[in-house]
């Protein structure tokens, strides 16, 4: 089965300017997560759908992230305008059910570094 | 807040040797993962723990759930070179069924 699949691999853009992540999930997975890697850290939830509707995007910061899942399959990572503190990996992951005994599957993740 | 305080938070050791890797909180977790990340890729899921007292083993990898689903160990015995990379637990949380937090991970190098 496919994986995960996220793109670009490699980003660098200024501060102030705007960027977009794409993820497509494994096929048939219901749920689907956006996690923020810095370096040196565990991943962090930024926010979570379930089909597609959002289900927790608690630490999402809304003034300048946003995200979206059309038709409930895949998704997409917006950052406007970017900071020098969004430097991370940003990693998609999806799991079959919305369930948190199932695991998740992670992409490759996308390398942002803004300067 | 809950969080996942994993410990050390780097370990390197030669080939053989056997190491232990801790994962605490003062919270009660519905479930733990172990994960394994390697440079330039996402975490891959080990093992998953749902029960208290649960251990399970996966070849020279042996994992432990807390009696009380607060805490867990991941055990490896005679460290290969291939066991190198981050290793991150994470907790599923009671107040949501798919949300799972992670600690920030224990890197670990076995050295030839």
């Known amino acids: 089965e496919a994986g995960v699949a996220q793109s670009p691999r490699y980003k660098i853009i200024e501060k102030r300017q705007s960027v977009a992540f794409w993820c497509n999930p494994i096929?048939?997975?219901?749920?689907l997560y956006w996690y923020q890697q810095i370096l040196g850290q565990g991943p962090k939830l930024l926010i979570q759908?379930?089909?597609?509707?959002?289900?927790?995007d608690s630490q999402l910061p809304k003034d300048r992230f946003s995200a979206e899942r059309l038709k409930g399959v895949d998704s997409t990572l917006k950052i406007q305008p970017a900071k020098l503190e969004d430097s991370a990996v940003y990693l998609c992951?999806?799991?079959?059910?919305?369930?948190?005994?199932?695991?998740?599957?992670f992409g490759s993740g996308t390398r942002l570094t803004v300067v | 807040t809950q969080l996942l305080e994993q410990s050390p938070q780097f370990l390197s050791i030669q080939e053989g040797e056997n190491l232990t890797v801790y994962c605490n909180s003062s919270?009660?977790?519905?479930?733990l993962q172990w994960y394994r990340q390697e440079p330039g890729e996402g975490p891959v899921l080990l093992v998953t723990v749902v029960t208290g007292g649960e251990v399970k083993k996966l070849k020279r990898l042996t994992f432990q759930f807390g009696d009380a689903r607060k805490d867990s160990s991941l055990h490896i015995t005679a460290a290969q070179p291939g066991d190198t990379g981050l290793y991150l637990c994470?907790?599923?949380?009671?107040?949501?069924?798919?949300?799972?937090?992670f600690g920030s991970g224990t890197r670990l190098s076995i050295r030839p």
């Open positions: 994470a907790g599923g949380v009671y107040s949501s069924a798919s949300k799972i937090i």
């Open positions: 096929s048939g997975h219901a749920t």
């Open positions: 992951a999806s799991s079959p059910r919305d369930s948190a005994n199932y695991g998740y599957t």
């Open positions: 759908f379930q089909n597609n509707g959002v289900v927790d």
């Open positions: 919270s009660v977790f519905s479930s």
